[in-house]
């Protein structure tokens, strides 16, 4: 089931990082910041009314002069067309109407996608009322009145925002068909790799320009298997427009990750993994995808015997927060090991997929607190009563314990390690929610 996704568009400084954050916040939903993954996080999952949307922010560009200021703005407005469902225009009552803001109106026009003009910074809604109405002159539609920063009109904007999802969308039928995005930083081959997975099965059903946020869905069949490939590098390309490379790129990611129930992350062989890829593959970790890195170029890498370790090792250190996932050493352009991913994804799948019997699991957990006593606090130890899966996609444990405080990061990892170890769920991430239970119950 795919979320709607919504964007946030407007000037430097007319508080579209405010507004983001106000929405996001304790008062919407809680979002959980995963260490090393995005420092600065630009999107964020909302729930509102039983709705659930992607909500991803294009503010943070700062123009060095006057002289660029449009194009950055035009940048945004294409990065929104291109990803959005919804997308919010942000202005700025204080600083009045001015032509940047009437050139955008324009670009979002144009995009026949729903626009709501945000007017922000209305503190006092008698005072800044008759200034709001200036707004109509843009001609896309009613100005909504908000404070980002004291949280006014929020509300009232959700309200407008889920009025103008997709019909349909959040309740489209489930295609169980497995779907693989290909993410990654621009010119590492990942449309490349699409046609040589492609071409390698001589199969092609149809492309199609699969969802309204323009990426490119290619129908595989590989043994007598369907597979689903959206390749994130058939969004339309801004090849005149100075971009935000790394920002743009994770935005790109974000609406095909949703989708996907296993992420392809392809890394230049040559270059080597960046924070970058950190960044864009963070998106599908979040998300509890199943996860598989494809190190490409691979014939084009400078190599001795152990050149192929090195990599693995700086891989692993750039991308610690999953080192669950799968590593594969190919080239798109020869076709070395790309005949693996296949077998691959189904691997990763099964393992999104797997679960648990209650019964093994506390055998194994029972087996650990055996081998290493669980940590002490002022005396006081923690217990492990029992645990359960409670989900799958990704693989979620309840593990109920007298108190949630005693449970330290490095004891619930080493009780992921052992699961581990007797189940691999190799190239998928495994979460746990911790839940206490009195030990007179």
Not at 102 to 131: E, G, Q, T
Not at 240 to 254: L, Q, T
């Amino acid at each position: 089931m795919s979320k709607p996704v919504v964007a946030i568009v407007g000037r430097p400084n007319v508080g579209k990082s405010t507004l983001f954050n106000s929405i996001i916040g304790d008062r919407v939903s809680i979002v959980e910041d995963t260490p090393g993954v995005t420092r600065d996080r630009i999107y964020a999952d909302v729930t509102w009314l039983n709705h659930n949307f992607t909500m991803i922010d294009t503010g943070g560009i700062e123009p060095e002069s006057k002289d660029i200021i449009l194009s950055q703005m035009r940048t945004q407005a294409e990065i929104a067309i291109d990803t959005a469902d919804v997308i919010i225009f942000i202005t700025d009552v204080r600083q009045g109407l001015v032509d940047d803001d009437a050139k955008v109106a324009d670009m979002l026009r144009k995009s026949k996608k729903p626009v709501l003009l945000v007017v922000n910074k209305v503190d006092d809604f008698k005072k800044y009322m008759p200034d709001v109405y200036e707004f109509f002159n843009l001609g896309i539609g009613d100005p909504i009145p908000v404070s980002a920063a004291s949280r006014l009109g929020i509300g009232d904007l959700l309200e407008e925002i889920v009025k103008n999802f997709p019909e349909g969308l959040e309740d489209q039928e489930e295609d169980d068909r497995p779907k693989i995005a290909v993410v990654g930083k621009p010119n590492v081959g990942k449309s490349t790799l699409i046609n040589r997975l492609c071409g390698e099965n001589r199969v092609i059903v149809s492309d199609i320009a699969g969802t309204t946020r323009d990426a490119i869905d290619t129908e595989v069949v590989h043994n007598d298997k369907e597979y689903v490939f959206i390749d994130t590098a058939g969004i339309r390309k801004k090849s005149k427009v100075k971009e935000d490379i790394e920002r743009y790129s994770v935005i790109r990611a974000i609406a095909a990750v949703e989708r996907a129930d296993v992420v392809l992350l392809v890394i230049d062989a040559v270059e080597g993994v960046t924070e970058q890829d950190a960044k864009i593959i963070g998106v599908a970790h979040d998300n509890g995808k199943g996860i598989i890195v494809l190190v490409n170029k691979w014939d084009a890498r400078v190599k001795d015997d152990k050149t192929i370790y090195r990599d693995t090792e700086k891989i692993r250190q750039v991308l610690s927060f999953m080192s669950y996932a799968e590593i594969l050493f190919i080239s798109a352009k020869t076709g070395q090991r790309v005949d693996q991913i296949f077998d691959l994804i189904d691997v990763v799948m099964e393992n999104n997929a797997m679960r648990v019997q209650t019964g093994v699991l506390n055998e194994i957990m029972a087996e650990a607190v055996a081998m290493q006593q669980p940590p002490t606090d002022k005396g006081k130890r923690l217990k492990l009563f029992y645990m359960t899966q409670a989900s799958t996609k990704p693989p979620t444990f309840v593990i109920f314990v007298n108190d949630k405080k005693l449970m330290h990061f490095s004891y619930q990892r080493y009780l992921e390690n052992k699961i581990r170890e007797t189940f691999g769920f190799r190239g998928t991430s495994l979460r746990f929610i911790i839940r206490e239970r009195n030990e007179e119950q």
